[in-house]
């Protein structure tokens, strides 16, 4: 399996690190992204990566980048700190970039409730390991809504650090 790390936190954050490690040495093939330093647009809502450039955000940042290994893996692990009980706002805005250039601007009805199409046929698991704390089942419920609306990706859930095997174990 191929796994992209997308590390939220410093690059020599000691927790950083240590999930990092803990995720490499499941034998699987990992790729890091490091994001901590770099600047993160918030999704403008313009539409241009539906219309303009399909696929493709005109804001130049790391998001570019993050697209295209999200479609050369398996499985994408966020490594983030939290923020009122959630993922870190900047999480959240590679998150939303990142989805929102993966869906095509047609929608199909399943199950008495609207959902986007995905623009590429590429499944993954999608976790996310975080420090400090949260509403786990809040941040569950919201992952799994992710995956339900994309349906190309399955929710591995969000683990503490410190108790990450769980995550550990979906992905040996």
């Given amino acids: 399996m191929n ?3 997308i590390n939220m936190l410093p690059i020599d954050d000691t927790q950083s690190v240590y999930a990092i490690n803990k995720i490499k040495q499941t034998g699987n093939k990992c790729t890091v992204i490091n994001v901590f330093e770099e600047k993160v647009n918030a999704c403008r809502g313009c539409y241009s990566c539906w219309f303009k450039t399909p ?3 005109f804001q130049k940042d790391i998001c570019e980048d993050i697209i295209k290994a999200y479609l050369k ?3 994408v692990i966020y490594i983030t700190k939290t923020a009122l009980g959630t993922v870190h706002y900047k999480t959240k805005n590679v998150i939303d970039r990142v989805l929102f250039c993966s869906i095509i601007p047609l929608d199909e ?3 008495n409730e609207t959902f986007h199409i995905c623009r590429y046929n590429k499944k993954y698991k999608f976790g996310i390991v975080y420090i ?3 509403d786990v089942n809040l941040m569950n419920f919201w992952m799994n809504r992710l995956a339900l609306n994309n349906v190309t990706i399955s929710s591995l859930g969000a683990h503490n650090i410190e ?3 769980g995550l550990l174990k979906c992905i040996q």
């Fill in 109 to 111: 009805f399943r199950d």
């Fill in 73 to 75: 893996n398996d499985v």
């Fill in 3 to 5: 796994v992209l790390i």
């Fill in 163 to 165: 108790n990450m095997e």
């Fill in 132 to 134: 400090g704390s949260v």
């Fill in 55 to 57: 696929g493709t955000c």
